[in-house]
């Protein structure tokens, strides 16, 4: 059993999960461009879910989130569900479709984090070598969509969703949100742009060093969703026992102050989540600490509500 994660709303989250056994499961093409944008279009509304900027790779997806109203989990158990039955259906397989390693949730502290960690996502691409520019690459990605206020568009996979289901709709539109917390948008958007025009050129640079070519749309349209990359590729260092013991981040930040406040917060949440869950096993009057999520939504064990949404920014 894992530990509880607080969930609480007025959050910013990095979101990040990969298929099983790393096959291309997500591999661009327009059937699946078009599922992914739709399965991610629905899912967001439906859980107050501000969407900033997705990147979806041949084998995992990048996306970073605003959760409003402390919804991230329905929202992600939501999408992943929602996109590996349309695509399972759509190749015809039934095994599972996402791997069995926990979704990557990670919080992102400070508006420092917050675009480095858009940046980080929308050039994944070019860190993978799949493109040599953002553009090139031939997936979803939110970048210029993000930047120009054009919304992500797609229709209802006719191929798995019936007619009939009225509570879906035929075509949605997916406008990438700012929320007002990270204040003067075009500051922001101008600091972005910013840092993913140097990231791109760093890359480049990089990889040109190595003597290593980019993919290439041509190559990329070649491989098909059973291909698997070998443990070599660029995003594996090490041994498979390396890769499931590598680090996992549950924050985001580059300032000390705000990563300790965020580790003392967590370690005082666990403290008073074991504490109440122990009166509460014995019969015994307790209140769960505030970002109980589970219990509060499957039980009727008391939790702590907060007066207001939190903002973690500094």
Known sequence: MTRPRPVIAGRFYLITRRTAQQQFLMHPDDVVCNAFTYCL???????????????????HHHTVIYDRDGNYPRFIEYFHRMLARCLNRHYGRRDNFWSAEQC???????????????????????KHGAAYTIDRWPGVNG?????????????????????????????????????????????FLQRLKAR?????????????????????RAALKRLTWEYKPPIKDE?????????????????ASKDV????????????????YRKARAAWLKGDACVFPIGTYWLRRNSCAPVEQPATATVFLH
Not at 41 to 59: F, H, K, Q, W
Not at 104 to 126: G, R
Not at 158 to 186: C, S, Y
Not at 235 to 246: D, E, H, I, P, T
């Open 235 to 251: 995003w594996v260092s090490g041994s498979m026992k390396a890769l499931r013991n590598r680090i996992k981040p549950h924050f």
């Open 104 to 126: 990557s949730v990670v919080q992102l502290m400070d508006v420092d984090a917050i675009l480095e960690k858009l940046t980080y996502t929308f050039t994944n691409p070019v």
């Open 143 to 187: 970048y210029a969509n993000l930047m120009t206020g054009m919304p992500l568009k797609a229709t209802r996979p006719v191929f798995f969703f019936r007619a009939d289901e009225t509570d879906l709709p035929d075509a949605v539109e997916l406008h990438l949100k700012l929320p007002d917390v990270l204040g003067d948008k075009t500051v």
């Open 196 to 216: 993913v025009e140097a990231r791109v050129m760093q890359l480049q640079a990089e990889r040109a060093l190595k003597g290593l070519s980019f993919v290439g």
């Open 257 to 272: 102050d705000n990563r300790i406040e965020a580790i003392q917060e967590r370690r005082a949440f666990h403290a008073a």
């Open 41 to 59: 279009g629905v899912a967001a509304p439906r859980y107050d879910i501000d969407i900033l900027g997705p990147c979806a790779m041949s084998n």
